[in-house]
């Protein structure tokens, strides 16, 4: 199956149809009791990040054998095993989001480090700082890119969150490819890209996005973290790393000017904030956890929730 075909909101329909049907069937028994006995089990254990994406990890690789050894999967394509693979993928981490997700508090203070970082420098970055030419600027257009990655908090399977970035990305490396064309410029590369991907990030801001990046690493089959979306997701990893690290001479700022910027950053959401609270007393009980229907075997209901991909914003599927 192509890359980017796996990541098109019909294909992970599919996918999801396919994998509950397969487990509804008799002899897909064993299956059904196995995955239920290993979310059962790990609930059970205290959080340990490494131990707990080993123990993943090892559970998709055993079930991938074991699927593939079944008369269930005689016969069967590639694409079909896959599909298959991706079903569980997605199944099993719904089950266990409440139990993995923001579930240490390293991972959490980290989330919060950068969130807050971004608040500030978003107050007055401009792309000159990051060196974009005006060739490639375009920001009413990377309000597009924004929102794909703003979105990354509404699913729970790795899968699905990875697809948010990807759509993100797919955003961007369209929009300078039309820039460089209308331009009459060379293809843009990863010097272009990387600066566009790190100022859209810092603009949206997306919810929790240390906590997600470490969700998808540490539970996305790594089998398939390969070519184009480990290449997209290597980059927002590297532009997330620089805005965490952010500093004057990254952005080409004088240091007393860049230290202005970010006190009168601080005192602007400083104020903002009190602002919000001395003239509201609204509940504030929203949950930091999105809410998706939980599905049990073998008599699921099909998730109808995917990342939606606009051929408007895309030249092709992701």
């Not at 005689?74 to 694409?79: A, F, V």
């Not at 952005?251 to 601080?266: G, I, K, P």
Request: aromatic share 10%; glycine share 2%.
């Amino acid at each position: 199956m192509e890359n980017s075909e796996m990541f098109s909101s019909s294909t992970m329909q599919l996918t999801w149809h396919d994998f509950l049907e397969r487990m509804r069937q008799p002899t897909a028994g064993e299956f059904v009791k196995a995955i239920k006995s290993f979310i059962v089990s790990f609930s059970n254990n205290p959080p340990d990040p490494e131990k707990d994406s080993a123990a993943v990890q090892k559970f998709f690789a055993n079930m991938e054998s074991a699927f593939r050894a079944h008369p269930l999967w005689t016969g069967c394509s590639e694409e079909e095993i896959e599909s298959t693979l991706e079903g569980l993928e997605k199944y099993v981490m719904t089950k266990l989001f409440t139990r993995v997700f923001a579930s240490f508090p390293d991972d959490v203070k980290a989330d919060e480090q950068l969130s807050e970082k971004i608040s500030l420098v978003q107050q007055f970055i401009r792309p000159e700082n990051l060196d974009i030419k005006p060739t490639f600027q375009n920001e009413s257009s990377w309000l597009l890119a924004q929102k794909e990655l703003q979105k990354i908090n509404m699913f729970k399977a790795p899968r699905e969150k990875l697809a948010c970035i990807l759509n993100c990305c797919k955003v961007i490396t369209n929009l300078l490819h039309n820039a460089a064309v209308t331009a009459n410029e060379n293809p843009p590369g990863a010097d272009e890209f990387l600066p566009v991907l790190i100022y859209v990030t810092i603009k949206a801001n997306p919810p929790q996005l240390h906590l997600n990046l470490q969700y998808i690493q540490r539970y996305r089959h790594q089998s398939r973290l390969v070519s184009e979306t480990a290449y997209y997701f290597t980059n927002i990893l590297s532009a997330v790393s620089f805005i965490a690290n952010i500093d004057a001479q990254a952005l080409s700022m004088d240091e007393n000017e860049f230290e202005r910027n970010m006190d009168s950053a601080q005192a602007l959401l400083s104020g903002l904030t009190t602002d919000f609270h001395t003239t509201t007393n609204a509940d504030s009980t929203s949950s930091s956890k999105p809410m998706e229907k939980q599905e049990s075997l073998p008599s699921d209901a099909a998730d109808s929730r995917q990342p939606q991909i606009s051929s408007e914003y895309t030249a092709g599927k992701i």
